[in-house]
């Protein structure tokens, strides 16, 4: 039976008994051809309803064959045993309720899709009702107190009264779950139960595609790829344009578009100067003076065979190939590296210096009849530079440039004043981070930084602050990251004024605007001596 079948018929069901049809509950429910536990638990409460009990015993025994550890099941079943007074069954079946309660005092069955809460109390009542009818009286008293001591609401003294009732030797009712609460079927699954459309019913659109030739009623086609372009005649100018700079889109029907692209021409310059054209299948707006005229030059048998690819045409020229050095009459001796020769560093083997007699020979591209021309003056070496600022960015210099242009270089890349900014470096194989002393020591250079053709600085604003006294200032050797609103958050490289001790392992600083406190280990004076051995 398909699940969506074996849901439909349970949700019927339940709106029949919400309705108190219980008949044409039972009818819904006897055609599931594989039953679950929660169905015939519903059956077994329709039975009980119509006073049917033969019935509803037989529908709880399949509901625990299907679920034996159903401690509702248990509950419910004792409870008409003790009507057709099988007792001794009832009683092993609140016996079996207490175990597969699995020592809670409550089980909540909402999830399952039944309101109810079984309690522990609700199944000693039940024992106790079942010591009733077999006359020990003491035994269910015990029980009845048992109840009592139990914890959990919805008793609302109902155990004082049975109490009562014991002494008098008054016969006490088995606790049902309530006839109107019965298995539900999840929400979210009724509700997939309603067909729906997901294609919807066919309507005629008009495209937007300015070179779109589909017409009529028939499905709407692919179209091919391309920018869309409208078919103009050979002998006409070419429409494609080239944008000058990166525009971006500043209103409503404006592009935005990266420097270099080519765009389709679609009209004419507008009183406004902007221009409508098309880039990348989009029509839109672009300022006229940003629009140069692209130099395409197609054959004629290639504008015969035209087919629109999405991108820009190719050059008309082949790129030059890469040029190949002559062959030496002689193989070079392979020189082998002893242990009183050091290897050769990144710059020595990248800018090494060619000897004067024997200059570079290359062939000639015969392919494209160009000549490579060697450099006249020898190469400049540069150094990669990378500065860890609230963002890192990465910038070429070289290496005689002195540490006050390199501090110019990077204010101007950082878009901060120069004299805001306080630069410092790690020495090699140590974690302090040391101060760059441009102006102190102006004849330093790049080249007493750079390993391997790299450099690495930390860049920090300098932030004083006014209100407070600074006792002393310390460099953050590690990122810190608050874990509340009353600590100080920096990162490596970042300069911190002290300004107070709050005990032996935390101090309170300042930084970037900000005033906190910090663990102490996270950060060095600067005068002070942490190599890497010592961490």
């Known amino acids: 039976m398909l699940y969506t079948e074996l849901l439909r018929l349970w949700h019927e069901a339940v709106q029949a008994v919400d309705a108190k049809d219980w008949q044409g509950?039972?009818?819904?429910?006897?055609q599931i051809s594989e039953p679950?536990?929660?169905?015939?638990?519903?059956a077994a409460s329709a039975h009980l309803v119509l006073g049917q009990l033969d019935l509803a015993l037989k529908a709880l025994d399949l509901t625990l064959a299907k679920d034996e550890r159903l401690a509702v099941g248990f509950f419910q079943r004792a409870a008409v045993m003790m009507q057709i007074d099988r007792l001794e069954e009832a009683l092993s079946d609140c016996i079996w309720a207490?175990?597969?309660?699995?020592?809670?005092?409550?089980?909540?069955?909402?999830?399952l899709g039944l309101r109810f809460k079984l309690h522990s109390w609700q199944v000693l009542y039940n024992a106790a009702a079942v010591y009733c009818r077999m006359g020990q009286w003491e035994q269910a008293r015990e029980t009845l107190l048992s109840a009592s001591q139990e914890k959990g609401g919805g008793r609302g003294g109902t155990t004082e009264v049975a109490l009562n009732s014991v002494l008098k030797e008054e016969i006490l009712a088995p606790l049902l779950v309530p006839e109107d609460v019965v298995f539900r079927p999840r929400k979210q699954d009724v509700e997939q139960l309603q067909q729906r459309d997901f294609l919807g019913k066919a309507k005629v659109i008009s495209s937007v595609i300015p070179n779109d030739d589909f017409g009529g009623f028939e499905p709407l086609r692919l179209q091919k790829p391309g920018f869309y372009e409208p078919k103009v005649d050979g002998t006409q100018d070419s429409l494609y344009m080239r944008v000058r700079i990166p525009y971006m889109a500043r209103g409503p029907g404006q592009l935005t578009v990266p420097g270099g692209a080519m765009v389709f021409l679609f009209g004419e310059e507008r009183r406004d100067g902007m221009a409508s054209v098309i880039y990348d299948g989009t029509r839109g707006l672009l300022p006229m003076s940003l629009l140069d005229p692209a130099d395409v030059k197609i054959s004629k048998g290639k504008r015969e065979n035209k087919v629109p690819s999405g991108i820009p045409l190719p050059p008309g020229l082949k790129p030059p190939t890469r040029p190949q050095a002559q062959a030496s009459p002689a193989a070079p001796p392979r020189v082998r590296f002893t242990s009183d020769t050091p290897p050769p560093s990144y710059t020595t083997a990248t800018h090494a210096p060619l000897p004067a007699s024997e200059p570079p020979g290359y062939t000639v591209n015969t392919a494209n009849e160009q000549h490579v021309v060697a450099p006249q003056g020898p190469e400049t070496s540069s150094v990669v530079l990378k500065v860890h600022y609230t963002y890192t960015v990465t910038l070429s210099v070289s290496l005689d440039t002195p540490f006050q242009e390199v501090k110019k270089c990077i204010a101007q890349k950082l878009g901060q004043p120069a004299h805001q900014l306080r630069l410092r470096h790690k020495q090699h194989g140590s974690r302090v981070l040391t101060p760059l002393c441009e102006e102190a020591e102006p004849g330093r250079t790049m080249q007493e930084v750079a390993e391997a053709g790299r450099a690495t600085l930390w860049c920090q604003t300098e932030d004083p602050l006014d209100n407070r006294t600074i006792l002393y200032q310390m460099v953050a050797l590690y990122d810190y990251i608050a874990q509340g609103p009353e600590d100080l958050e920096f990162s490596e490289g970042d300069t911190i004024d002290i300004l107070g001790d709050?005990?032996?392992?935390?101090?309170?600083?300042?930084?970037?605007?900000?005033?906190?406190?910090?663990?102490?280990c996270f950060a060095y004076k600067e005068n002070a001596s942490i190599t890497q051995g010592s961490m």
């Open 36 to 42: 679950t536990s929660c169905t015939l638990f519903n």
């Open 25 to 30: 509950a039972l009818s819904k429910l006897e």
């Open 502 to 520: 709050v005990n032996e392992e935390w101090l309170e600083g300042h930084n970037a605007g900000h005033i906190g406190i910090f663990p102490s």
């Open 98 to 111: 207490q175990k597969h309660m699995r020592g809670n005092l409550v089980i909540d069955y909402r999830q």
